[in-house]
């Protein structure tokens, strides 16, 4: 691949410039991305953050009084939701509610579609957490969040460059490629990358980062071992080919890649927890 020209590296620094453009954090979001770079957050802090945010705490409690958790008896608090549910799930279920209500307020050209981002990046977080539960992944208490967060980096180019943004995606309708291969080219830098540049200003952890980083080239990350890049790979491929994206599902050479057998058994363990899956995305999507 050719280098970027001027005008691309110009891009590329202007992105680079504008990551404080992205919507700010609530208290309670911002105390959940510092429990996720392993500052101590305790059950309590936790549980009084969330109940001080009345609109989340009454989401999560409709999420977990739905029939994806079978309750019996109606749970009523947060405090009691988190006993049950448990810290990391709860943490999952925060994240993803106010991270997609964020990104919703963002100002974005015409061609971006809040509610197809939200919907790819929460189905992304849910298939990647259900993936680790069944391969040995590293660092899998972090697979919801890296997938939830591996595109964060095309919501930057639309807000930071949004007339770069359309003609992009311009690009790639015309030349019906996907836009991820025309990036480096367009703007001097991959949206892989640019989320990997987010996630450092946020200090998320290391393994998180590089997921997102390699998410279109796991090999990258971790010299071919298993690496959460590569389950974070195969929850967006999973979800593409279920029509959760922001542009249609590509052809050709594309989707035979898409459909070949990935490495370490992943796309099988996709393919098995699809039931699952859709049951825990529904249950989320549903309070959107």
Request: with cysteine; hydrophobic share 50%.
């Amino acid at each position: 691949m050719s280098a970027p020209t001027p005008v691309a590296a110009d891009r590329r620094e202007k992105l680079l410039a504008s990551i404080d453009l992205l919507p700010p954090f609530s208290p309670v979001l911002a105390k959940v991305m510092a429990s996720l770079a392993n500052e101590d957050v305790s059950f309590a802090q936790l549980a009084t953050l969330i109940e001080n945010d009345t609109v989340l705490a009454g989401t999560i409690l409709r999420v977990v009084n739905s029939p994806l958790y079978g309750r019996r008896a109606t749970v009523n608090s947060v405090r009691h939701a988190l006993s049950i549910v448990g810290m990391v799930k709860i943490r999952n279920l925060v994240l993803g509610l106010s991270v997609t209500r964020r990104w919703a307020t963002a100002r974005v050209p015409r061609r971006w579609s809040a509610r197809l981002f939200n919907l790819h990046a929460l189905a992304c977080g849910v298939m990647a957490d259900l993936i680790v539960l069944h391969a040995p992944a590293p660092y899998a208490e972090g697979a919801f969040a890296a997938g939830l967060l591996h595109d964060i980096g095309r919501l930057l180019t639309a807000i930071a460059i949004p007339e770069d943004f359309e003609k992009l995606h311009q690009a790639a309708e015309r030349e019906a490629t996907p836009m991820r291969l025309l990036e480096t080219e367009w703007l001097g830098v991959s949206h892989a990358e640019v989320s990997g540049w987010i996630l450092e200003r946020w200090n998320l952890p290391m393994p998180i980062r590089e997921a997102v980083t390699y998410h279109h080239a796991p090999e990258q990350a971790a010299g071919g071992a298993l690496h959460l890049a590569h389950v974070v790979q195969t929850a967006d491929r999973y979800v593409t080919r279920l029509g959760y994206t922001l542009e249609p599902p590509p052809a050709d050479a594309d989707v035979k890649a898409r459909d070949a057998p990935g490495r370490f058994g992943l796309e099988e363990v996709a393919h098995a927890m699809g039931p699952s899956f859709q049951e825990e995305f529904d249950a989320l999507r549903a309070v959107l």
